[in-house]
């Protein structure tokens, strides 16, 4: 069972070590590094999901590629200074790991659910095709003041419902983590593939907070 302090932020994601694994940072002794899991969608298509795991959890030493695993943990983010403005970057951060020796039939490979606060307006939009959609940016709370920064998206009846939150207003989510590439413009003549990671709603609720 997960301690109080993260049960408001609930990863599970089953998939493939796709690179190497990058050291990030060091805290108290403690190394944590970086590698990237790719993760099956129903459809034919997957999702690149950046991990970042303990040298105490993992030997970052061995070459794990291909290495099926299942990973829980907690959607992260932090803040990176890049181009004289600060980019937002997301990663599952791994408490507990487990490798699997064959794909599991049924299993759902990509789940998360949150508890947190709106804390920007919400963007209600609709595609080309009509299809209606809501951007919601969700803080949800870490232990020592801390908060976690998630985008999230909305489609259809729930984009509707996401369109009328409040910001500061209580609401829950469930649903997985997607990877999209765009291009960024960084000058007229040169732009750059990146990756953005969002939460892909499935199910959302908004909180009644009590007087």
């Not at 993260?6 to 190497?20: A, C, D, F, K, R």
């Not at 291909?66 to 990176?80: C, E, K, L, P």
């Not at 291009?183 to 499935?202: F, G, P, Q, W």
């Amino acid at each position: 069972m997960m301690d109080k302090v993260i049960e408001n932020n609930q990863v599970s994601i089953v998939g493939v070590i796709s690179s190497q694994f990058q050291f990030s940072h060091e805290i108290f002794g403690e190394g944590f590094y970086m590698v990237d899991i790719v993760v099956k969608r129903l459809s034919d298509s997957s999702d690149i999901i950046p991990l970042m795991v303990s040298d105490r959890l993992l030997d970052v030493t061995e070459d794990m590629e291909g290495r099926q695993i299942r990973v829980m943990g907690q959607f992260r983010s932090y803040n990176r200074h890049e181009e004289k403005r600060n980019r937002l970057v997301l990663s599952v951060f791994a408490r507990e790991v487990e490798f699997l020796d064959e794909e599991e039939d049924g299993v759902k490979t990509n789940q998360i659910f949150l508890d947190g606060y709106v804390c920007k307006e919400p963007i209600y939009r609709k595609t080309p095709l009509g299809r209606e959609i809501a951007d919601l940016l969700i803080a949800v709370n870490r232990p020592y003041g801390k908060s976690d920064y998630i985008p999230c998206i909305c489609w259809g009846r729930n984009a509707r419902f996401a369109a009328n939150f409040q910001v500061g207003g209580h609401t829950r989510i469930w649903g997985r983590i997607q990877s999209r590439e765009y291009m960024k413009k960084l000058t007229e003549e040169e732009s750059e593939r990146r990756i953005a990671y969002e939460v892909s709603v499935s199910k959302l609720e908004y909180v009644e907070e009590d007087d």
